[in-house]
């Protein structure tokens, strides 16, 4: 069945490094692929996405990469602050499909 | 704007009693709607989706049931609860907009904790 792993499972980077999380997919027709941010007891919330017809895009301090012949995706966090630190969530769904499968989870600790 | 409430926010519940979870999404119409539980500090489980009313899905055999009585409204249910169904019940939904893509939004969640 369809998969996504994630990696690390948990990073701790010094305040104003930068931190990567790294995702990988089984299903060739995925084609969305969505990142989460979930802090402690809340839940999930979008903090950016990346389509198959595109293969980086940027918002501020964050960034994600798409490479479809390899089905690899990374998320990449610039000048991390403390208020970063929380469990991120990668997850890829295909056209017209109503499942999102979701990776693992990266707990990322940014130390001040 | 589009809001998702689940209630309650917390609930603590002897084993073999029943449970009741609603979820309401605000602002949207005809949504797809999903339940998810995520046990302590692991990922997330589809449990159910629907994509209309009475429309149901489940991913997963087990002790749960859902139902969707209005368009945007989903119950997460059981008739005896068991120790393994503790964990954080998230309640989500995304656009019907048939072959787009599947953006789905959470809501705050319900923590469960069976004893």
């Known amino acids: 069945g369809e998969n996504v792993e994630q990696h690390p499972s948990t990073l701790s980077v010094q305040e104003g490094d930068s931190a990567v999380i790294k995702c990988t997919y089984s299903?060739?027709?995925?084609?969305?692929f969505p990142w989460y941010k979930q802090e402690l007891g809340k839940g999930p919330q979008l903090i950016i996405d990346?389509?198959?017809?595109?293969g980086e895009k940027k918002d501020q301090r964050i960034a994600v990469t798409l490479n479809k012949t390899a089905k690899h995706f990374s998320l990449h966090i610039t000048e991390t602050q403390p208020e970063d630190s929380a469990v991120y969530f990668c997850?890829?769904?295909?056209?017209?499909?109503?499942?999102?499968?979701f990776g693992a989870g990266t707990r990322l600790f940014v130390k001040a | 704007s589009q809001t998702i409430h689940q209630w309650p926010a917390t609930l603590v519940q002897p084993v073999g009693s029943p449970l009741s979870l609603e979820c309401t999404v605000e602002g949207t119409s005809n949504p797809n709607l999903y339940w998810y539980r995520q046990a302590a500090g692991r990922g997330l489980q589809l449990l159910f989706y629907?994509?209309?009313?009475?429309?149901i899905s489940s991913e997963v055999p087990q002790n749960l049931s859902a139902s969707r009585p209005q368009d945007r409204q989903f119950i997460l249910s059981s008739k005896k609860l068991l120790l393994s169904d503790s964990g954080f019940y998230l309640c989500?939904?995304?656009?019907?907009?048939?072959?787009?893509?599947?953006?789905?939004?959470f809501g705050p969640g319900t923590r469960l904790t069976v004893l």
């Open positions: 989500a939904w995304s656009a019907h907009r048939g072959g787009s893509y599947n953006e789905q939004f």
């Open positions: 299903d060739s027709a995925s084609n969305y």
């Open positions: 997850a890829a769904s295909g056209t017209g499909g109503f499942k999102t499968i």
């Open positions: 990346i389509r198959s017809n595109v």
């Open positions: 629907s994509v209309g009313i009475g429309q």
